[in-house]
């Protein structure tokens, strides 16, 4: 299978900060790469699909990028409501597997 | 409204079996593959399986391969994941999502999600 790792696992940041999360394929997958933000109580949430495209309803403050086996999630400037816990996954293959996650938190 | 609800899970013992169940309403069930995703106790998202429109097609994370089988029913608008031979490891949250992809159709991607049931495997 295909493994996933994002860093860092987790993060602090302030309110208005840039923030980066980064994730890398054991093996290229191409832009085969999605991003989900996921906070307690509540279900994974799509951000991003195919590395870069955002999903309707995102926020733009939200991007992706990369491709074959170096991916980024970037938030332009953090919201209150951001923090949470980010995952990547590749459905480069129909046997999907997420990133370990990364929890951003409030400095 | 795109609804996803799942049932049946519960407390069970090591060595046994669950049936889990994923209704789905709000869209045409038979034009999404869909799977089942688990998060347990204070760890992240697993993937664990899933399956085409038409069930023609599975995938299993090596975790559950061989112990868990999904299956769906068209008819009832319905997604099921028989768990047997149970382990403490597979404790969790369960979770049912839709398999989408872009307008291309190159791309997939996992939409909607149900709130999930909760397995408990323990003695």
């Known amino acids: 299978d295909i493994q996933m790792t994002q860093s860092p696992s987790s993060l602090s940041a302030s309110v208005g900060d840039r923030v980066t999360i980064t994730c890398r394929a054991s093996q290229s997958i191409s832009s085969y790469l999605n991003w989900y933000q996921r906070k307690p109580g509540t279900v994974p949430k799509l951000l991003i699909y195919?590395?870069?495209s955002l999903q309707s309803g995102v926020p733009s403050r939200f991007s992706g990028g990369g491709s074959g086996t170096d991916f980024t999630l970037t938030i332009s400037s953090l919201q209150p409501e951001d923090f949470a816990t980010y995952y990547c996954q590749q459905s480069y293959r129909t046997v999907f597997t997420f990133g370990q996650g990364t929890k951003l938190e409030i400095k | 409204e795109v609804q996803l609800v799942e049932s049946g899970g519960g407390v069970i013992r090591p060595g046994g079996s669950l049936r889990l169940s994923c209704a789905a309403s709000?869209?045409?069930?038979?034009?999404?593959?869909m799977n089942w995703v688990r998060q347990a106790p204070g760890k992240g998202l697993e993937w664990v399986s899933g399956?085409?429109?038409?069930?023609?097609?599975?995938d299993y994370a090596d975790s559950v391969k061989g112990r868990f089988t999904i299956s769906r029913d068209n008819a009832k608008k319905s997604l099921y994941l028989q768990m047997n031979s149970l382990r403490a490891e597979d404790t969790a949250l369960y979770h049912c999502?839709?398999?989408?992809?872009?307008?291309?159709?190159?791309?997939?991607?996992?939409?909607?999600w149900g709130q999930g049931t909760v397995v408990t495997v323990s003695s």
């Open positions: 999502a839709r398999r989408a992809h872009d307008g291309n159709g190159f791309y997939y991607f996992l939409d909607f």
């Open positions: 399956i085409s429109w038409n069930g023609g097609t599975t």
């Open positions: 195919a590395a870069s």
């Open positions: 709000g869209f045409t069930f038979d034009d999404y593959g």
